[in-house]
């Protein structure tokens, strides 16, 4: 299996920060990345997908980069309702896999 | 849309069955319909997949315990995972993975809790 490493683990910021999340695949995959933002009692909600694309709806302020094995998801300006756990996912090999997730709270 | 169903307890070594039910679009080909689950505090883990004509793929992880099955004639698909012990409680969730391999849509999820 692939797998796939997030760090921080968890992160505290303000309204207004920018934060960055990494995650890295323990072998290549290209960019068949995608990130999921996840509110408690949700399901996941598909931010970015190959990497760098963003699923139409999500607010420009979510940038999704790298390729290969390492990738970083970035949120400009946090705004209160992005305060949530984030995945990413590797849709590269079956079984997909995903990391371990980044907890994202209010300073 | 995609609504999961089934016993919410579950008895230790018994069998876990769930249904998804699929709205608002028929189950055709370019689809796999996905069953997920979550640990608390942990993330999702892909449990496997069928398409419409009953193709399937499981995580080698729990590749002899499940059998995921379709019914395209109702819209649904189903999970069975057998010989359950507490450490399959979680939520469950039905998905579908698009052609371009994304999880474009989620079911709410359904939590199962496996009881001694």
């Known amino acids: 299996d692939i797998q796939m490493t997030q760090s921080p683990s968890s992160l505290s910021a303000s309204v207004g920060d920018t934060v960055t999340i990494t995650c890295r695949a323990s072998q290549a995959i290209d960019n068949y990345l995608a990130w999921f933002q996840q509110k408690p009692g949700k399901a996941p909600k598909s931010l970015i997908y190959?990497?760098?694309s963003s699923h139409s709806g999500v607010p420009s302020n979510f940038l999704g980069s790298g390729s290969g094995t390492d990738f970083t998801l970035t949120i400009n300006n946090l705004q209160p309702e992005d305060f949530a756990t984030y995945y990413c996912?590797?849709?590269?090999?079956?079984?997909?896999?995903f990391g371990q997730g980044t907890k994202l709270e209010i300073k | 849309q995609l609504q999961a169903s089934g016993p919410g307890l579950v008895k230790a070594s018994q069998t876990l069955s769930l249904t998804c039910s699929v709205s608002g679009g028929s189950m055709s080909r370019g689809y796999y319909w996905t069953w997920l689950r979550q640990f608390p505090g942990m993330s999702p883990e892909w449990i496997g997949y069928t398409s419409y004509r009953g193709d399937t793929l499981y995580n080698p992880s729990l590749n002899t315990r499940v059998t995921i099955s379709v019914d395209p004639s109702n819209n649904q698909f189903s999970l069975r995972l057998t010989s359950v012990t507490a450490a399959d409680t979680g939520v469950y969730y039905c998905a579908r993975e698009n052609a371009g391999n994304l999880f474009d849509f989620w079911g709410p999820g359904t939590l199962v809790d496996v009881s001694s």
């Open positions: 190959a990497a760098s």
């Open positions: 996912q590797q849709y590269s090999r079956y079984p997909y896999t």
